[in-house]
Nanobody, 124 residues
Framework: QVQLVESGGGLVQAGGSLRLSCAASGRTVSDYLMGWFRQAPGKEREFVSA????????YYQDSVKGRFAISKDNAKNTVYLQMNSVKPEDTAVYYC?????????????????WGQGVQVTVSS
């Protein structure tokens, strides 16, 4: 079992940057497919990005490609989401998640463990 704790959220102006962190404990992040999801008010939770166990494969939702970057530091047992050129539509609660399955990386049902979430608010 792995415990996940997100940090780094906050208020940022449109066009600015934020880096979210997801610190894991209990198990190593290299044992899981690690993903970031987000949920805006009144909307369903949606996939943002994921990184494979070996770091070889990176996945992004189309709307964040070229702006967000996911990375993983196995030594620190932490996953990051660098958010650049943020837009008001990026405003949401962001969740870190870990999947031990081989199912679709974009399907939140495939993820077994979740962090508590961190608020990101982008002002226009």
């Amino acid at each position: 079992q792995v415990q996940l704790v997100e940090s780094g959220g906050g208020l940022v102006q449109a066009g600015g940057s934020l880096r979210l962190s997801c610190a894991a404990s209990g198990r190593t992040v290299s044992d899981y497919l690690m993903g970031w999801f987000r949920q805006a008010p009144g909307k369903e939770r949606e996939f943002v990005s994921a990184i494979s166990l070996s770091n070889s494969f990176l996945y992004y939702q189309d709307s964040v490609k070229g702006r967000f970057a996911i990375s993983k530091d196995n030594a620190k047992n932490t996953v990051y989401l660098q958010m650049n050129s943020v837009k008001p539509e990026d405003t949401a609660v962001y969740y870190c998640a870990a999947s031990g399955s081989s199912g679709p990386y974009y399907d939140d049902n495939e993820y077994d463990y979740w962090g508590q979430g961190v608020q990101v608010t982008v002002s226009s």
